[in-house]
């Protein structure tokens, strides 16, 4: 699906003309003088406004060279199915309820406390999502007792940062995490 794009197309939505009486479509009839139905720009961009709507609200650009584009949005919007990718921050899918999951990987290790900034794959609508991390290490260790906390104040629609908190009792053992995987839920719109 595409919005019109040939040379003569208009740069910006023109206002339609008055509305007329509802009808239907024909064919004419050239023997009794009745002439076909004159299709208008009115109408035209009507629906291709009201095709690219659907596509909106389900999250999907227009693209020219994909014509399935109608039906997957039905389909995100109606229950049929979502939408789902990746990039290098993690993995999204958006559901037809409007819920997306988003998950992924941190692999930053550290053996001391710090902060560590996770960015989301695609932004979520708002900041009322849920975020829950999940330390890990590489090999089993008796001293690797650090875990993720996540700094509520620093939720953003893009992303969150994670403490990496070790033990009050450290003392003079090596604590530390390998990185963080992490799975957040709220609305993609």
Do not use: C
């Not at 899918?93 to 560590?116: D, H, L, P």
């Not at 969150?160 to 070790?166: G, P, R």
């Amino acid at each position: 699906m595409h919005r019109i794009d040939s040379s003569t197309a208009a740069a910006t939505l023109p206002a339609p003309a008055a509305a007329g009486t509802p009808g239907y479509f024909t064919a004419g009839n050239p023997a009794a003088g009745i002439p076909p139905t004159s299709l208008t720009n009115d109408f035209f961009n009507a629906l291709q406004e009201e095709i690219v709507a659907v596509l909106a609200a389900a999250g999907i650009a227009p693209d020219k060279t994909n014509n399935g584009q109608l039906l997957a949005a039905i389909r995100v919007l109606v229950g049929g199915g979502g939408t789902s990718g990746s990039n290098a921050n993690g993995y999204w899918e958006k559901r037809a309820t409007n819920i997306m999951e988003q998950w992924g990987v941190i692999a930053s290790a550290s053996s001391t406390e710090g902060v560590v900034a996770v960015v989301f794959p695609v932004p979520f609508a708002d900041t009322s999502y849920v975020v829950s991390p999940v330390g890990f290490i590489n090999a089993a260790s008796q001293y690797k007792d650090t875990w993720p906390q996540i700094i509520e104040n620093s939720k953003t629609v893009n992303g969150f940062s994670v403490q990496y908190q070790n033990p009050a009792d450290a003392g003079t053992a090596t604590y530390g995490l390998d990185g963080v995987e992490w799975r957040a839920i709220g609305k993609w719109s």
